[in-house]
């Protein structure tokens, strides 16, 4: 019994691991900086583009998600796998929304930096698109749905913020931003109309 409840809580500590180390990193910075009332943008962009913290967050909920799958039974390892696909996409989503608020609070609540600091932290988009990405796979489908084409959609233009932000902004930096800013808006509206409309007709 014992093992099960471990094996059980284990994705869950597994899931957590991302949120945990950036936490414990951008303090860790903070000290050395100097505590102040606000984070200070130099830190949340160290830990933003730091690609270290970002595998060892992405590939602790790869291994959760993975364990979690496995600890069903062969008869209900479809249904595992719609779940898992749905908890690692409100994993995204809260990584995410922490993200931006972290990047609100960062930039001491002024909503222009706060922009610059998301699109500037490539990491802050990366990650949640990768997890909606791995959801996808997950699926147990083997015929695209119009839903699934929006999440397609929705991982490109994610993945497209931070390549957008580069490579235009290496021109005009202005131009960069707000090409960024606009993929991340039409990301978002399209999850959460792609949402309302799967809970309209569940």
Same mark, same amino acid.
């Given at each position: ?36 009332a ?5 830190v ?20 959760? @998600? %993975?364990l979690?799958?496995?600890s ?6 479809? +249904?595992? $796998? !719609?779940?898992e /696909?749905?908890? #690692?996409q409100?994993?995204?989503v809260?990584?995410?929304a ?9 930039a001491g609540f002024?909503?222009?930096?706060? @922009? %610059?600091?998301?699109?500037?932290g ?6 949640? +698109?990768? $997890? !909606?990405?791995? /959801?996808?796979? #997950? ?17 490109v233009l994610?993945?497209?913020v ?16 707000? +090409? ?8 978002l ?5 792609t ?8």
């Open positions: 019994m014992n093992s099960g409840k471990n094996g059980q809580d284990l994705p869950f500590v597994l899931f957590l691991v991302p949120f945990a180390v950036s936490a414990i990193y951008a303090i860790y910075l903070w000290v050395q900086t100097g505590l102040s606000t984070l200070p943008s130099s949340f962009l160290s830990v933003t583009e730091n690609p270290y913290v970002f595998l060892v967050g992405f590939l602790a909920v790869i291994v959760g @998600a %993975t979690d799958i496995n069903a039974g062969p008869a209900d390892r479809r +249904a595992k $796998l !719609i779940e /696909s749905s908890t #690692l409100k994993l995204a809260l990584a995410l922490l993200g931006l608020i972290c990047a609100w609070y960062s002024d909503f222009g930096t706060a @922009a %610059t600091n998301v699109l500037t490539r990491y802050v988009v990366v990650f949640p +698109a990768l $997890l !909606i990405l791995f /959801s996808f796979l #997950l699926l147990p489908s083997v015929t695209i749905k119009s839903s699934q084409v929006r999440n397609i959609v929705i991982i994610l993945l497209g931070p390549a957008s932000v580069d490579e235009i902004g290496k021109r005009n930096f202005f131009l960069g931003m707000a +090409a960024g800013i606009a993929l991340l808006g039409v990301a509206f399209l999850y959460f109309t949402k309302n409309r799967n809970a309209e007709s569940a």
